[in-house]
Each structure stands twice: as C-alpha cells, then as structure tokens.
C-alpha cells in the first residue's frame, strides 16, 4: 500500500492521490469480497432458502414454509444432540481454560528454553482437530489400548471407553481439554501485560502467593478470560472431526457423541434431508449468537478492565 | 472443497445445489475439509477435480469421450477395479474412464453431494437400499433404453434392479448373508459341527454357549449380530413374515421383531456374545477386527462374499454355513441379495460410452477374469460359468453354497422402498441401545417400527 501511496503523492495533487487510494483500496479488498459473497453470504443466503424448503439434494427443492422448524421441536434426536452438545461446552470449556491458565502461570514463572514448553504445550492444539488424532484418541481409550495397559498395572480391569455410552463422552471431553494450546498463549500474553509494580505492592502489605494471584492477576487477567472463554465456546460448539472420527462417524455408541453438528452432518448428507438440516445449522447459529450475546451480558458484572 | 464452485452463470439449480452443500460447509463444518476426500491411495493418476476441468475442455473431440466410474471398497478391489478400466481402455481407446472410489463409509455423503452439484460420475455403483431413492429422483438413466446386453444375466436378479419398469442398475452379482465358522473352534471347544440344512434357532444359540463356556476367557460362540436388519429379515421370512411388504410398508409384526431382539440379549447375557463396549468396538472394526479374523471367536454373520476377507484376516480357512432355522420355520427365509449394481446417470454427458463400459463389465469375459467373485457370484451365467476354473478354494465353496442354497430359496424379498437408505444406521443406533440395555427388547422392537416408518414415509 505504501508504495501505491508514494507514487500517486510525487505524481498529483491530494485530491487525485485519495482517488487512487479508494482504487487501490478496492483492487486490494475485491478477492476478500468476492470470498465474502460466493462462499459466505450466498451460501448462507441459500442455506436460508432451503431451511423451508424439503430440499434431499437429489431433487429440486420444494417451498414448505416452517415445517423443518417446528418438527425440530418433535425430534427427541436433535433434544439428545442438543444435550450432548451443551455438556460437552458446558464441561470441558471451563476445564480447559483452567488447564490453560495453569500452565501459562507456571511458564511464566521465566523458566529456561520457556520458548521451548511453549511450543511442546501448545503442539496439541495444532493436531487436536486433526483426523491422525482422533483416530489416536480411538486406540489409547479402546478397550486395549494405553489407558487400559496403565489401569492394568494397579489390577484395574477398564472398559472400552470409547465404546461405551457411559464415558464415550468424556473421552472427547478430555481430548478437548487437552487442545488448551491456544488459550495457554493468549493467558501468557496476557500475563505480561500485568505491570510488575502491583505484585511488588501487594508483597510489601504482605500479601503471599495466593492472595496475590487471587487479587492482582486473576482481576487484571479477566479480560483475556473473558475473551477465550467467548472463543472456546463458539468452537466448542463446532466440534465435529473429533466425534465423527471416534464414532466412525455414527456418534455412536447409542448417540451419545451425537454431536448438534454430527447430527446435522447425518440429516443432510446420510438421510438426504438437507432443508432440515439447513434449518439445524440456522437454529445453531441463533444458539451460538445467544451464548455469545449472554456472555457479553454477563461480563458486565465480572470482568475487570483497568483502563 | 470450495476450489470446484460454479458461479452464478451456471443454470440456477445447479447454483443453488452448490450454494446448499457450501453453505453447510461454511456454517459448521469448515473443520473438516480433509478427511471427506477419497480415502485412497496414490496410484490414482487424476482425482475428480482435475478431471472436471479436463472434461469440459476436451469434450469437443470427436467420438473421444471421458467418463467417470465410481466405486466403494477396499484396497484389493481398487486394483482390480483399475486393471478392469485399463482394459477396457485398451479396447475402446476413444474412451477415457476416470476413477472415483472410497470407501464404503465415505461413499454414500460423497455420491448424494456430487450428485447435488450436478456432478454425478457417468458409471457408478449403487446398492439395493440406495437404489430405490436415488432411481425414484430421477438420477439412474433406463439401461434397457441405452442398450446394455443384459440376456445373459440370471432374469430374477436382472428384476431386483427394475424399477418402475426402468432398468436402473444392473446387478454385478449375487450373494447371501449367511453364517461364517471357524471348524478350528468348534474342534477346540469339542463342539459338534452342526449339520445347517437342519439346525434350529435353539441349536445355534447352544453351539454357542457352549463354545464361549468351553473356551473360556475372551473367547466367545458368536459375535454380535443385531445391528444389520438382514438378519432379521430372515428370521421373518422363516415366519411367514419379511422386512418389507410388497406395498412398500413394514411386513413384520412387533412381536416378532422383539423375539429376535430377546434372542440377542439371550446370547449376550449367557456370555455367547461380548459385552457392549466390546461388541460395538469389534464391529467398528470390520472384517479385520471382527472375533473371527481375530481368531477370538467361532461364528459371524456375514455377507458371502465377504468369506475370503475374514478367512484371510483369521489366517485360516473359516467356512460358511446356513443361517438356523431354515428347516424348522414355515418357510426358508435366506434369499440372493444383489451384491451391488452399476448405474448410469441420467444426465451423462457421454451415455453411449457409460453403456459400453457398463456392457463391458458385466459381459466381457476378460473383465469378468479379473473381478471374479469380488462383487459377488457373477450375476452373468456365461462369465460365471467361464472364470469357474480360475476361483480361488474359498471362493469354490462360496460359489457352491450359493448354488446349493437356489433349491431351497423360495423368493427374493421385495426391493426396498424409498427412505430404506436411512434403515441400517437407525438398526445400527437401536442395537447399540440393546447391548447397553438402555431399553428393553420389547421399546427397542416398538422403536425400531417407530423410526423405520417414519424413514419410509409410512
């Protein structure tokens, strides 16, 4: 941009540079908008179409108004997926943030090679959403597998967790936990941002570690809190690879990794119901929308901004 | 994913077909571009991305046509398949075929959304339960109408692909779903090999308690066998009963449906069958993973043509047997399922080309030497009859069970009706609920009925 700019100030008068600037603003932005409209919003605006249509991707769609809306409120299917997803946010988000938390408070402690714990944490984050690690994830929690090897050394004989309906869940639940990578940086970033001065008062009144934590860093660090949390839950909410690999792509054992996006997935794609499903991925984004926007309401009484 | 988009100077339909499957992909599901693609391995020379930009710019040629073939299945059945295309290529060299293939788990979202993007490969295999729903969409072509030479094939399997008079895919060959055993096992266990042309429902649920208690530890009779509703469909038609009627809708009753589903339990309770976990683990696993190929169990229910799969995982001739029941019920109840069809799209741009590959697989001897039994006892009398030497023993004796069983198979059952694609996974999701016992034979036989009417719009 700043060569564009230069060349159009030594050449003509400002009215004419802000002319090419304009020119240049839009040569440069026309990729990200034409990105925009043919693979977000006319795609999405299609996707509204079809959610009252009888669209089975086979045929041309049919107009049939509300219907795929109001049988989603008969589907006892789509109230399981529901409940699997909202456990699975409402769990393993909280858990993994404070995994992430900790860790960032003990490498910020200036460890040597930190670069290094750094990126060994943080690796998980890049494979967690892969295909490699779910189908991983498969073989440490079957019913032969690592976890099992481990609990056989204290005499404990394990299932299979992945394929029972009973603990299929928490397995995906932990592997989410696990992928705290991301977070992990932005806390640590955010750790530095804490001027040294507060922990230097606060140990001159006499306060020891924990109260230190509890009243200068927990309160200087809500923002960023604040901000993950927002961002985890959205993703969380998106969760797909991991359940449709685990289960072979069924969310089974007996739905119980019937994810809202597994489900969606199924309808659309498996039973060739996609006006239903277009429907599911609009009533997703209104409940992802809700969370966000009860998020934000809810900062106003905890998150602290120093400014 | 988004590479192959067509704008709006495309036809409209299109547009909007392309715009649905991309809006679900951009709304949810951007995680997971990867893993959809073919599952395949790297000897393929084009995928089908290139291949759609080279066939609309080379098919101005004259007589030279491109068209695109696919096919589900494993490694073995790819290289064949690409053996089979070859030559074929080398006998029509006007002709291009471009591979499409997957597997079976990946291929049903794939077809059903190239077939939305107005993209339906020219050849492609379809199977009995997806045939009907994409056949009553107007996506198979009539392959009478486009000349397939169709006289040598057995005229009661030819039926099975007829739909509303239409010849919408021919069937590749045929085969049963029966009962595989381990005689090694039984040896083991002291147990009898039973005689099958008489065995009863109550036999083979002995035989297979008495093969887990003789065996003991992780060793079991039979590995559960709940989640694939042919078996049922048996165990019906030995009633009088079947899957589906004639008219379409659901031809068992409640009660009969929850015998089989106590049967199960039965079996598991009795430690004939793993527990739960096990049982859906094992069946995640296919025939590798399954009790047989894992020498950790004497009986399976299976496809026939799946005999030398198992056979080769357990390294040990396994053997098939009739499934029980067949003497003692009203009826016999198995039947010769088409093993899968070939189906041409309605829209190719290249039909005459689709018809004489479609011609060339089912008729040409030399093709029908390098398939062999692969997708089932060739459906073709004159191509069975001339590759009948070159079969390996296993797929002898598959050949000759099949033979053997047409004295006693009374009908085929009728083609499924539309929605039945949906069946398997809702008899997979139902069984999986039994093996926990969240619900009890009887809600699980009433919620079966529930689910599959609902599926087949009844």
Redesign the interface.
């Known amino acids: 941009m700043s060569v564009v700019t230069e060349l159009g100030k030594k050449k003509k008068g400002p009215s004419a540079y802000r002319k090419g600037d304009a020119k240049a603003a839009a040569f440069f932005l026309a990729p990200w908008f034409v990105g925009l409209f ?3 919003i ?6 509204a ?2 959610s009252f249509t009888d ?7 049919n107009w049939i108004g509300f219907e795929n809306y109001t049988r989603m409120f008969e589907d006892p299917r789509l109230l399981n997926a529901l409940k699997v997803t909202f456990l699975y946010v409402f769990i393993s988000v909280p858990l993994q943030l404070a995994a992430a938390l900790a860790l960032a408070l003990v490498l910020d402690r200036g460890l040597r090679g930190l670069a290094i714990y750094r990126s060994v944490y943080y690796l998980p984050s890049l494979l967690g ?3 490699a690690i779910a189908l991983l994830w498969r073989q440490v929690f ?2 032969d597998g690592l976890v099992n090897g481990f609990l056989g050394l204290f005499g404990i004989q394990g ?8 603990y299929a869940l928490g397995t995906l639940m932990i592997l989410n936990v696990w992928t705290f990578g991301a977070p992990m940086i932005i806390f640590l970033a955010g750790l530095r941002q804490i001027p040294q001065m507060y922990y230097e008062a606060a140990s001159i009144d006499g306060a020891g570690k924990w109260r230190q934590f509890t009243s200068v860093t927990l309160p200087l660090l809500t923002p960023i809190i604040f901000f993950n949390l927002v961002l985890q839950v959205i993703n969380a909410f ?1 969760t ?2 991991q359940a ?2 685990v289960s ?3 969310g ?4 119980s990794t019937m994810f809202y ?1 597994l489900y ?3 309808k ?5 119901d ?1 006006g239903y ?2 429907a599911m ?1 609009w009533l ?2 209104a409940i992802v929308a809700g969370m966000t926007a009860v998020n934000f309401l809810a900062s106003k009484y905890w998150v602290f901004y120093n400014d | 994913m ?1 590479s192959s ?1 067509k ?1 709006p100077g495309g036809s409209t ?1 299109m547009w ?2 392309t ?14 571009n ?2 959809s693609g073919a599952g395949g391995t790297d000897e393929e020379p084009t995928d089908a991305a290139t291949s759609d930009t080279a066939s609309s710019e080379g098919g101005g040629a004259e007589g030279a046509a491109e068209i695109r073939f696919s096919w589900w299945g494993s490694d073995e059945r790819h290289t064949v398949t690409q053996e089979v295309i070859d030559l074929f290529m080398e006998k029509n060299p006007d002709i291009t075929v471009v591979p499409d293939y997957t597997d079976w ?1 990946g291929y ?2 794939k077809l ?2 190239t ?2 993007g107005g993209d339906t490969p020219d050849v492609m295999t379809q199977e009995e339960r997806y045939l009907t ?2 056949a009553n ?3 198979t072509a009539d392959l009478a109408a486009l000349g397939v030479d169709t006289s040598m094939v057995d005229a009661s399997v030819l039926d099975s692909g007829t739909i509303d008079g239409e010849l919408a895919g021919v069937a590749t060959g045929v085969n049963a779903y029966t009962i595989v055993a381990d005689p090694q096992m039984f040896e083991e266990a002291g147990v009898e090999w039973p005689d099958d042309t008489t065995w009863t429902w109550e036999d083979f649920m002995n035989i297979a308690t008495e093969i887990s208690d003789a065996l003991g530890d992780g060793v079991y009779g039979v590995q559960d066998f709940g989640g694939n509703e042919a078996g049922f469909n048996i165990y019906a038609r030995q009633q009088g009963e079947s899957l589906y009627a004639e008219d379409g809708s659901l031809g068992y009753s409640d009660e009969t449906l929850e015998e089989w589903y106590q049967m199960l339990v039965d079996l598991r309770e009795s430690g004939a069958m793993p527990d ?6 094992i069946a ?1 696993g296919g025939p590798e993973q399954s009790l047989l190929g894992t020498n950790s169990g004497a009986m399976g229910f299976w496809w026939s043509n799946q005999l030398g799969a198992i056979s080769s995982a357990a390294g040990r001739d396994l053997e098939l047997l009739r499934v029980p029941g067949e003497s003692s019920g009203e009826r016999t109840g198995m039947y010769y399922k088409p093993a899968m069809f070939y189906s041409i799209a309605a829209d190719s741009e290249y039909p005459d080309a689709a018809a004489a590959f479609v011609d060339f697989l089912i008729n040409d001897p030399d093709a029908g030497a390098l398939i062999l039994s692969d997708r089932g006892l060739n459906a073709n009398t004159e191509v069975r009859d001339s590759v009948s030497g070159m079969l390996d023993p296993l797929e002898v004796q598959a050949s000759e069970f099949l033979g053997a069983l047409s004295t006693e198979i009374v009908d085929g059952p009728p083609a499924p009706p539309t929605g039945a ?2 069946v398997p ?1 809702i008899a ?2 139902i069984n ?2 039994l ?2 016992d ?1 619900v009890s034979p009887a809600d699980a036989a009433a919620q079966f009925t529930s689910e599959a009417n609902a ?1 087949i719009g009844q």
Not at chain 1, 159 to 166: M, N, Q
């Open positions: 043919l693979i977000t006319g795609p999405m605006a299609a996707s179409y079809l669209y089975s991707l086979l045929e041309a769609p959403g892969s295909v079957g019913a299932e299979g967790w992945v394929s029972h309906p009973d998106q797909f690879t449709y690999v072979g792509g069924t089974g054992p007996a739905d996006t969606l997935y199924q659309g794609f498996a039973s060739l996609m499903a277009s991925a997703l984004l | 988004h988009l704008g339909k909007w077909r715009s649905a499957v991309l809006a679900i992909g951009v709304l949810t599901l951007a995680a997971c990867g893993d788990g049903w979202d059903a959304t077939v939305a729903d994409y969409r107007g996506v739960g976990a096990r049982s859906v683990e995640e694609a949906d996974e997979g999701r999986e609920q093996l926990f969240t599926a």
